[in-house]
């Protein structure tokens, strides 16, 4: 009975953390597609705004999963169940890295903002386009019913960037 429940719990944890992943990403992206259209934005500012973005996104998850917990559970987590949660945190901010590292050449002068931006937008959109198609495939619907859950998902999550992107006032 405990490894049923063990295998549970790995479960719900690598759940969580792709969740988050996906919030962060989603988060990225519209911070990205932001920081391309606006104007006179410096490297220094595109990294600031995409890193305190990320680390705000998967601070804001780990809180709530904390104050989830305790509605649910009616007790604070224990240590093991908060470093779960703080590991699922810490996946978050991975999302970050390539559109990082693209900025941080950027600010290298080893390839423009512009051009570190878009590589940005292309590696989060990557990302989640793999994502979704990795959903559809372990569904277990004909192709026809993938394709179009596929194009949904997509479509949704074309729906909350620019929500994203209009709340930041580009």
Known sequence: MGNHTDDAAR??????????????????????????????????????????????????????EVIAHQIGHRQFPSGRELAVMARTAVVALGTASLPLLALLLALLDVIDLDTALIVGIIADAAVLVGVVLLASARTGLTALQRLVASALLLGLVAVVAIALLLAHGH
């Not at 606006?38 to 600031?48: D, L, N, R």
């Open 11 to 64: 479960l719900d944890e690598r759940i969580g953390a792709l969740k988050e992943r996906i919030y962060a990403t989603v988060t990225g992206l519209a911070i990205l597609a932001g920081l391309f259209t606006a104007e006179h934005v410096t490297v220094t500012e595109s990294i600031f705004a995409l890193a305190v973005g990320i680390f705000a996104i998967a601070a804001a998850g780990f809180v709530a």
